[in-house]
């Protein structure tokens, strides 16, 4: 794997002239008014997306920016934004450690619910947490993109990967199921029958509409039939070292099935890693809800009883989510997350590796987005009815941004972490599907 990271901000820079190329070449025929009929959540995607010239992050809240302790991460690859640039209020965290320490979080008067909790995974953490993410976690029995293409390695491709490059291995090929006709993971328990429609290669994540969860229709989503998504019938072998780079994501907990965007709740729960729960726990244990609601965010919405955020220390309880992988080229489109019977429970989104803008709207892709410079151990907690169905997206990876506390050290192996996370962030993005109580056996049905 090898990087081009360059100097884009430097005109004189090859990594510059080479962007300016690109952009001739791509906007040489497009029309003068292509933006007329964008929304304000595309204009700021095609802003923060744009590779030439590269994006000023002036407008864009970067909370290290006012942290002397992060001086370091914040001129790796010449991306800044500006801690003030976006209107946000300071409240203190609980006391995690018994130590008086009060951390500072960050909330937004224009999205109730979101809570932005810079720095809160120490150094070490990022460290075990990147490793569980690429070692234990994108393997089986968890299901990971690749794996509706391709036959993987029993002990994870991150495993056979790693001692490709350590010599203990050829670079064998993997080979896809196509061509050795072995119906995915998910086929062999279920019908014989694809999914009606086209494969899909690996790539981006499919962003396709669905209607929202609740508990009033939660037997109707469960009886919904979620059969396997067929595998590509294009695709050749691909080496161990090369497949690495398309790993998206990797499922936590309750099974996800992306042709319907719903959950598959007969395939079990899943686990959730002790590492994983314990920091998303501690996340939402430290934050002060009553501050956090404290504007008053009405009754609407939260479901039949009410607002519950003062419940949350007791139950909130993480059950499913994503790690996602995200190489420097990759972006995920504004969507909704709608899919938990949950709609209010927090969502604990950590942040490792490289940095990325993340944009944040409202109810309508209408509603201007603020954007936020996410940094690795940045913690993001969504929660509530308006922010856990607020429009999000991640338009860009900031490449060159690996801060220096994932650089070197003595530990086993990471050097190949970190020639990984030069051109990755990795996003474990954890949620709630059912709401504490909620016996998805009992409660399905009669409703
Ligand atoms: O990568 C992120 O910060 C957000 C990911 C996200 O929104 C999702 O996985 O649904
Ligand atoms: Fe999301």
Same mark, same amino acid.
């Given at each position: 794997? !090898? ?168 670079? +064998? ?13 998910? !086929? ?6 694809? !999914? ?21 229709? $939660? ?35 309750? $099974? ?6 719903? =959950? ?27 501050? +956090? ?32 992988? $995200? ?89 190949? =972490? ?30």
């Amino acid at each position: 794997m !090898t990087l081009d990271v360059g100097d884009i901000h430097d005109p004189t820079s090859t990594a510059y002239k080479k962007a300016r190329r690109k952009h001739w070449k791509s906007t040489r025929n497009r029309p003068d008014n292509v933006d007329a009929d964008w929304t304000p959540f595309r204009a700021a995607e095609k802003k923060y997306k744009a590779k030439f010239p590269p994006p000023d992050l002036s407008s864009v809240l970067d909370l290290a920016a006012a942290d002397p302790s992060r001086a370091e991460e914040t001129t790796r690859g010449g991306w800044r934004g500006r801690s003030d640039a976006v209107e946000c209020t300071e409240i203190f965290l609980h006391d995690g450690t018994g130590t008086g320490d009060r951390r500072k979080a960050y909330v937004f008067p224009g999205t109730p619910g979101l809570v932005l909790l810079p720095s809160f995974v120490p150094h070490d953490e990022q460290r075990r947490l990147v490793r569980w993410a690429l070692r234990d976690h994108a393997r089986s029995p968890n299901e990971t993109n690749l794996d509706t293409h391709y036959v993987l390695p029993r002990q994870g491709l991150w495993n056979d990967y790693l001692r490709v490059r350590k010599g203990e291995m050829q670079d +064998v090929e993997v080979i896809p199921r196509a061509v050795l006709q072995v119906p995915s993971p998910a !086929t062999a328990e279920a019908t014989p029958e694809y !999914t009606q429609t086209q494969a899909v290669p690996p790539g981006p994540r499919q962003l396709i509409s669905n209607e929202p969860a609740s508990p009033d229709n $939660y037997a109707e989503l469960a009886r919904t039939p979620k059969l396997p998504a067929p595998p590509s019938q294009t695709l050749r072998p691909v080496p161990t070292s090369s497949l690495i780079s398309k790993l998206r994501w990797a499922n936590i907990g309750w $099974y996800y099935h992306w042709g319907t965007k719903q =959950y598959d709740f007969t395939r079990g729960p899943g686990e959730i890693a002790g590492l994983v729960r314990r920091a998303c726990k501690r996340a939402v244990e430290q934050i002060p809800w009553a501050r +956090v609601f404290a504007g008053g965010e009405g009754e609407d919405g939260w479901g039949n009883g009410g607002p519950d955020w003062m419940h949350w220390k007791e139950t909130y309880e993480p059950d499913a989510g994503i790690v996602n992988f $995200y190489q420097t080229k990759d972006t995920l489109m504004a969507h909704v997350d709608r899919s938990e019977i949950c709609a209010t429970s927090p969502l604990v989104s950590i942040s490792l590796g490289c940095a990325a803008v993340f944009l944040i709207g409202g109810r309508t892709r209408d509603d201007p987005p603020t954007p936020i410079l996410l940094r690795s151990g940045d913690v993001v907690v969504m929660s509530g009815p308006a922010c856990r169905r607020a429009y999000h997206g991640v338009p860009r990876i900031l490449e060159g941004t690996l801060p220096p506390h994932l650089e070197g050290g003595s530990d086993e192996d990471w050097e190949y =972490y970190e020639e990984y996370l030069r051109g990755t962030r990795i996003n474990v993005n954890v949620r709630q599907v059912f709401p504490k109580g909620f016996n998805p056996l009992l409660d399905g049905e009669g409703r």
